[in-house]
């Protein structure tokens, strides 16, 4: 057993590197697309922080600290997003380990439906609701119907979240589909000082 991990390591690092090569044979805009997608993703799970912030700001009351929460609900969900669509999607595409079409529509419209579009509405319940205690600009619950306080505040919320979250579902199934797509352009590529006689 412990003969074929070296192997494994020593085959994953070869297909890494014939792949690599193989991008970089592509145009610059195209090798942009496969290198820098996940940050289109990241960019657009910011704008959904930063959307779905105002909206509970709005419902809440609160107008103090438009930074304080306005910064972490953008880089925040554009860093866990972007890791994410890199991690699931765009390295094991680079590897190799990634190897269909379908596979990776669902898979990177799933990062772009959790990491893109739920997590950062999620993510501005608590740090409006801190605010909206801090400042006391909304009445809270004090015990008891906390939690259905805090469904029936959201639902509104989530259905006006409802088209941000669907686009940034469809923008990255699509990324991940031209990803693919490129990456099978670059693997048909001729090797670099190959001639084919």
């Not at 997003?81 to 990776?104: I, M, R």
Request: charged share 15%; aromatic share 10%; glycine share 8%.
């Amino acid at each position: 057993m412990e003969n074929h991990e070296p192997d494994e390591t020593i085959k994953e690092n070869l297909i890494f590197n014939i792949i690599s090569r193989k991008i970089n044979q592509l145009p610059e805009a195209e090798r942009n697309l496969l290198e820098h997608g996940s940050t289109y993703v990241g960019l657009n799970a910011a704008f959904c922080g930063l959307i779905s912030n105002s909206l509970f700001r709005r419902v809440l009351n609160v107008t103090k600290a438009p930074i304080a929460a306005g910064l972490p609900m953008a880089v925040i969900p554009f860093f866990t997003a972007h890791v994410a669509y890199k991690s699931f999607v765009n390295f094991p595409l680079n590897t190799g380990d990634l190897n269909c079409e379908t596979c990776t529509i669902i898979r990177s419209g799933l990062v772009g439906l959790v990491f893109g579009g739920l997590y950062p509405v999620f993510l501005a319940l608590p740090v409006n609701g801190g605010l909206a205690e801090r400042y006391e600009s909304a009445l809270l619950p004090q015990k008891g119907n906390i939690i259905t306080y805090w469904i029936r505040i959201s639902k509104p919320i989530f259905r006006k979240m409802l088209f941000p979250i669907l686009l940034q579902t469809a923008f990255a199934s699509y990324l991940g589909s031209r990803q693919y797509k490129l990456l099978i352009k670059a693997l048909q590529l001729p090797e670099p000082g190959l001639e084919i006689q």
